[in-house]
């Protein structure tokens, strides 16, 4: 419905593939952030035979793409407000102090905490809105900010920088534009339904609800401007 607020979830898995969810490891942000970074590198080979002159930065490899974003989790009771005004402002009131250990601890569970069947930190997809990244955690730093007499901590605040992941078989075929196998990504403009960009890429339209599917897309006929689309290999689609 028009104006109905949507909140950034994180969710985890444990393998590559994203396939495997883990147990209870969601997360909905209490409060959506200001703001997010992505940040893009591209990364040039600079080095040069010795005793001769500059030369050209020849292209060495695009590196995943970096995401940070900070969380503020808060129990004071107070209204907060988020955003510029209008029919999506965040506003939340919650129960005056309760604390915060419980929200703090499930995302250090869903986000950081270390999986023992898989000997390391969960894969992470972060949705929201036109954003859908997936990636994993690789620095995270909480200020506590506001406390009950007692010590209890009721407002804090976390900054989490994630770096984002390639499936090891997509990064192969990324290195080599010319293979069959590339997952191609799309970005969602003004116009585009998903039959128009499936046969864009395949040349048919037909495989439109197997790319909703790949994409846990609900309703393929309202696409986000700007949400990015993964299309897979045909192979994988039929």
Same mark, same amino acid.
């Given at each position: 419905?028009?104006?109905?607020?949507? +909140?950034?979830?994180? +969710?985890?898995?444990?393998?590559?593939?994203?396939?495997?969810?883990?147990?209870?490891?969601?997360?909905?942000?209490?409060?959506?952030?200001?703001?997010?970074?992505?940040?893009?590198?591209?990364?040039?080979?600079?080095?040069?035979?010795?005793?001769?002159?500059?030369?050209?930065?020849?292209?060495?490899?695009?590196?995943?793409?970096?995401?940070?974003?900070?969380?503020?989790?808060?129990?004071?009771?107070?209204?907060?407000?988020?955003?510029?005004?209008?029919?999506?402002?965040? #506003?939340?009131?919650?129960?005056?102090?309760?604390?915060?250990?419980?929200?703090?601890?499930?995302?250090?569970?869903?986000?950081?905490?270390?999986?023992?069947?898989?000997?390391?930190?969960?894969?992470?997809?972060?949705?929201?809105?036109?954003?859908?990244?997936?990636?994993?955690?690789?620095?995270?730093?909480?200020?506590?900010?506001?406390?009950?007499?007692?010590?209890?901590?009721?407002?804090?605040?976390?900054?989490? +920088?994630?770096?984002?992941?390639?499936?090891?078989?997509?990064?192969?075929?990324?290195?080599?534009?010319?293979?069959?196998?590339?997952?191609?990504?799309?970005?969602?403009?003004?116009?585009?339904?998903?039959?128009?960009?499936? #046969?864009?890429?395949?040349?048919?339209?037909?495989?439109?609800?197997?790319?909703?599917?790949?994409?846990?897309?609900?309703?393929?006929?309202?696409?986000?401007?700007?949400?990015?689309?993964?299309?897979?290999?045909?192979?994988?689609?039929?």
């Amino acid at each position: 419905m028009p104006g109905e607020l949507t +909140k950034l979830q994180i +969710k985890a898995y444990s393998d590559e593939t994203f396939q495997t969810e883990i147990a209870n490891g969601e997360f909905i942000t209490l409060l959506n952030p200001e703001k997010y970074n992505l940040k893009y590198k591209v990364e040039q080979n600079r080095r040069q035979a010795s005793g001769t002159s500059a030369a050209s930065p020849r292209y060495n490899r695009t590196p995943p793409e970096d995401l940070e974003l900070e969380f503020i989790f808060d129990r004071t009771g107070v209204l907060i407000n988020y955003g510029q005004p209008g029919p999506t402002d965040d #506003y939340l009131s919650v129960d005056t102090g309760v604390g915060i250990a419980d929200d703090v601890e499930l995302f250090k569970r869903v986000v950081f905490d270390y999986n023992g069947d898989e000997h390391r930190p969960n894969y992470l997809v972060i949705s929201w809105g036109a954003l859908l990244f997936k990636g994993v955690l690789t620095e995270l730093d909480i200020s506590f900010k506001l406390f009950k007499p007692d010590g209890t901590p009721l407002r804090a605040s976390a900054t989490a +920088k994630f770096k984002g992941f390639v499936e090891d078989k997509l990064r192969v075929a990324m290195e080599n534009n010319s293979s069959p196998d590339l997952t191609h990504v799309r970005v969602v403009k003004k116009g585009d339904t998903l039959p128009l960009m499936t #046969y864009r890429i395949y040349g048919d339209s037909k495989y439109y609800l197997e790319v909703a599917k790949v994409n846990n897309i609900s309703n393929f006929r309202k696409l986000n401007e700007g949400q990015k689309i993964f299309f897979p290999p045909i192979e994988k689609v039929n």
